[in-house]
């Protein structure tokens, strides 16, 4: 079990429809039944861990919540539901949902072209029509990261520019994550589901991570600035192995196995 | 022109069939194994090609649409078999699909043709609807074959680029849509390149046989480059429809990919 000091915990009781609320899940791979019945609700502002042995199906679930995957009926029939924001995913537009319910693979896909390249390539979908490339933005963002060996030149200084600039397959590990956060927090998401996101991280790169992701957490909206609730309406479920990192970044838990009974 | 044309009698066919007993007989000195393989082959073709002349003058002196018209449909459903046959995945409409592509393509550019080019009354005059026919099958069914191949093998191979897309918030067809180019793309690639080249390094088949039996190359040339048109269209319409069918039946309204519904073949 987690124990968390954020200020986050206890506020979900306050919340009368939680942003997303997760009923009845299931999920078969050939016989095998990997998660039977799984129900939770993630509140405005939650930061949830989802733990589980390996196998358990935690990349499954984030899959299933992105949308991405059908949601199966059960073994006795049962269908499993996901809610989010008032409307049951039935209601939603995909591509509006996983604009705002955002999934970042762990291993990172990215075009065959520099990193400006990928990131600006997200705005050429529909969904994204009305929203600009801010290079500002990402650049503010880079250097909360301070990357540590991107420029080219010995002087030690970081070059935000010459990250942008390089083509985006070969991107080391660690810089692929960063970049697909990058790409995903353009889109002003409201829950993001990560998956063992900092994996391919050095110790120093991983706490400069978590720190941008809490500072993200914690911005209002551009969209709700003149809203009178100002705590964290940002939300994310976050799968890792790092039991350490889970304490630091959230404040529940999630547990696949516990809920199987295995 | 008939005054060129030479009749071929039996024994001139049993003469050729000497050639076969070239390949035979180096076969045979050289162990390569083949003898039975090219009985088998030359066996085949004649029975085949002394068939359909049987059929085709049958239906010739019928002169009746619906014989004209059923022997076509026939035709077509052995072609979308055949397209279907080579692909190293499958889904479960997937021969229905390349049915409906093929025959649609064929029905489109043989109509166009017949009725609109060589104004033919009417317009399913079997002397006419045959030969083109064929060639038209024979050409679309390598561009449905070549289109579904690509198209699934990508969809496995670059699943991930494509669910990427969706998850960023991408519709179906935009995920899908750079598959769907390079499917048709690598599927027109033979018909291009013919056309690239035609006249130059390949003679067609169908010229060849008009010169044979007595028209001018000067005329014959004239039916080959309608036929070209008709064989390029043709092959184009079927790929784009059959690339399209697939991507309906592989993702769903909800925009997922559904690559669960696609079985390799062992």
């Given at each position: ?6 200020i986050?915990?206890g506020?979900?009781s306050?919340?009368s429809?939680?942003?997303l609320s997760?009923?009845?899940l ?25 733990t589980g ?5 935690k ?11 059908v949601i ?33 693979q ?5 075009f065959?072209e520099?990193?400006?390249a990928?990131?600006k ?21 880079l ?10 030149d ?9 990250f ?17 956060l ?14 063992e ?9 991983t ?7 809490e ?12 809203s ?21 970044m ?12 295995n | ?15 050729a ?10 076969s045979?000195?050289?162990?390569l ?38 022997v ?6 052995v072609?979308?078999i ?26 489109f ?30 050409n ?18 670059r ?7 969706l998850s960023?918030g ?25 056309m690239?080249?035609?006249?130059i ?59 669960e519904?696609?079985q390799?073949?062992?």
């Amino acid at each position: 079990m987690l124990h968390s000091t954020d200020i986050s915990t206890g506020r979900t009781s306050q919340k009368s429809e939680p942003l997303l609320s997760v009923d009845n899940l299931c999920r078969q791979v050939s016989a095998n039944w990997i998660w039977n019945n799984i129900s939770f609700d993630l509140a405005a502002g939650d930061r949830l861990a989802l733990t589980g042995s390996s196998g358990s199906g935690k990349s499954l679930l984030l899959r299933t919540l992105s949308g991405l995957d059908v949601i199966a009926s059960g073994p006795s029939g049962e269908n499993g539901s996901i809610r989010f924001a008032g409307k049951s995913l039935h209601e939603w537009e995909m591509p509006q949902y996983r604009s705002k319910v955002c999934y970042i693979q762990q291993h990172p896909t990215f075009f065959d072209e520099t990193v400006e390249a990928n990131l600006k390539r997200v705005f050429r979908l529909k969904a994204h029509q009305n929203i600009k490339y801010d290079r500002e933005k990402i650049l503010s963002r880079l250097q909360q990261l301070t990357l540590p060996n991107t420029a080219s030149d010995s002087s030690g200084t970081n070059d935000y520019d010459g990250f942008l600039e390089r083509p985006a397959k070969e991107l080391s590990g660690g810089e692929a994550q960063i970049a697909a956060l990058l790409r995903v927090l353009q889109l002003e998401p409201q829950v993001l589901l990560l998956d063992e996101p900092t994996s391919s991280m050095d110790v120093e790169l991983t706490k400069l991570f978590e720190k941008l992701l809490e500072k993200w957490q914690r911005e209002i909206p551009e969209n709700q600035t003149n809203s009178p609730n100002s705590t964290p309406q940002r939300a994310w479920i976050w799968v890792s192995h790092n039991p350490e990192q889970l304490r630091r970044m959230c404040s529940k838990t999630f547990c696949l196995d516990r809920e199987n009974g295995n | 022109m008939e005054t060129n044309y030479i009749f071929l009698s039996g024994g001139q066919l049993l003469f050729a069939s000497l050639l076969m007993a070239v390949n035979i007989g180096l076969s045979l000195v050289l162990k390569l194994g083949l003898v039975k393989q090219w009985s088998i082959a030359s066996l085949r073709m004649v029975g085949q090609l002394l068939l359909v002349g049987f059929l085709l003058d049958w239906v010739f002196a019928l002169n009746n649409p619906f014989w004209i018209l059923g022997v076509a449909v026939f035709m077509a459903t052995v072609a979308a078999i055949t397209a279907v046959g080579r692909t190293g995945k499958r889904f479960s409409t997937i021969y229905l699909n390349s049915f409906v592509s093929i025959l649609g393509a064929a029905f489109f550019v043989m109509f166009f043709a017949l009725s609109g080019i060589l104004q033919i009354d009417p317009w399913y005059s079997p002397q006419y609807l045959f030969p083109l026919l064929g060639m038209v099958l024979g050409n679309t069914l390598n561009g449905i074959s070549l289109a579904l191949e690509r198209f699934m093998e990508s969809l496995s191979v670059r699943r991930k680029e494509v669910e990427m897309l969706l998850s960023l918030g991408a519709t179906s067809w935009e995920a899908a849509h750079e598959l769907i180019r390079d499917a048709l793309r690598t599927s027109l690639i033979p018909t291009l390149n013919s056309m690239m080249v035609m006249g130059i390094v390949s003679l067609p088949g169908m010229m060849t046989g008009q010169i044979l039996a007595g028209v001018s190359p000067g005329e014959a040339v004239r039916y080959q480059i309608i036929m070209i048109f008709i064989i390029a269209s043709a092959a184009a319409l079927g790929s784009t429809s059959v690339v399209v069918l697939a991507f309906r039946a592989l993702f769903n309204k909800r925009h997922q990919l559904l690559l669960e519904r696609l079985q390799t073949v062992t």
